[in-house]
């Protein structure tokens, strides 16, 4: 099971929003709705951001919303914060009963 | 607290076996479906095996397959990793995580994570 394409780096200024792709094929991102997104800051354990494509779990901020259209899930950070400096992953379940992560997106916060 | 807490990472020798444990506390262990997820130094998060709530089923990453195995005992509110034949390629931190559907199958986020066990293969 090959990784999930994600860009390795974006960045933005403090207040703008930006997106990060999460690319699949038809057998995980694109067969369910079972993506999800982690948020991980260095040395630190990963902390769920979204669910089941465009959730938020109670607690995360409503800055990070989620979507998914065809084989490609997207997570945008709007208002964007120093403190949102950090790796983000995508998740998929797939056809084989497996998961799969997304090779993860360096945001950077200039 | 909901809280999982790994545990029995160390330095091992290629070749040789270890076993990782996950200590679940503070929600009923039994009804959730769990995940093992490793993450190599400066890499990237990979998953690595998931059980079901009862045990009933279990899948893994072509990566570990026939190499690692992945259990749990509800009585104890414990999950484990069972790594034989290990290489350098798994060395890695790695981390236990509940996974957020119950009474089915793990398909579901990972909400709960552990802070994770570092292994190191290495001769």
């Known amino acids: 099971q090959s990784a999930l394409t994600q860009p390795a780096s974006v960045s933005g200024s403090p207040g703008q929003s930006i997106t990060i792709s999460c690319t699949g094929t038809?057998?995980?991102?694109?067969?369910?709705?079972?993506v999800s997104w982690y948020q991980q800051h260095p040395g630190k354990a990963p902390k769920l951001l979204i669910y089941?494509?465009?959730n938020r779990p109670s607690g995360v901020s409503n800055r990070f919303s989620g979507s998914k259209s065809g084989n490609t899930a997207s997570l945008t950070i709007s208002g964007l914060q120093a403190g949102d400096e950090a790796d983000y992953y995508c998740?998929?379940?797939?056809?084989?009963?497996?998961?799969?992560f997304g090779t993860g997106t360096k945001v950077t916060v200039l | 607290q909901v809280q999982l807490v790994e545990s029995g990472g160390g330095v091992v020798q290629p070749g040789k076996s270890l076993r990782l444990s996950c200590a679940a506390s503070?929600?009923?262990?039994?009804?959730?479906?769990m995940h093992w997820v490793r993450q190599a130094p400066g890499k990237g998060l990979e998953w690595v095996a998931d059980?079901?709530?009862?045990?009933?089923?279990?899948n893994s990453a072509d990566s570990v397959k026939g190499r690692f195995t992945i259990s749990r005992d509800n009585s104890k509110n414990t999950l484990y990793l069972q790594m034989n034949s290990l290489r350098a390629e798994d060395t890695a931190v790695y981390y236990c995580?509940?996974?957020?559907?119950?009474?089915?199958?793990?398909?579901?986020?990972?909400?709960?994570w552990g802070q994770g066990t570092m292994v190191t293969v290495s001769s």
């Open positions: 995580a509940r996974d957020s559907y119950t009474w089915t199958f793990p398909a579901g986020a990972l909400d709960i």
């Open positions: 503070g929600f009923n262990f039994s009804i959730y479906g």
């Open positions: 059980i079901w709530y009862d045990g009933t089923y279990r």
């Open positions: 038809s057998s995980d991102v694109g067969a369910y709705n079972y």
């Open positions: 089941e494509a465009s």
């Open positions: 998740n998929s379940y797939t056809g084989s009963s497996t998961r799969v």
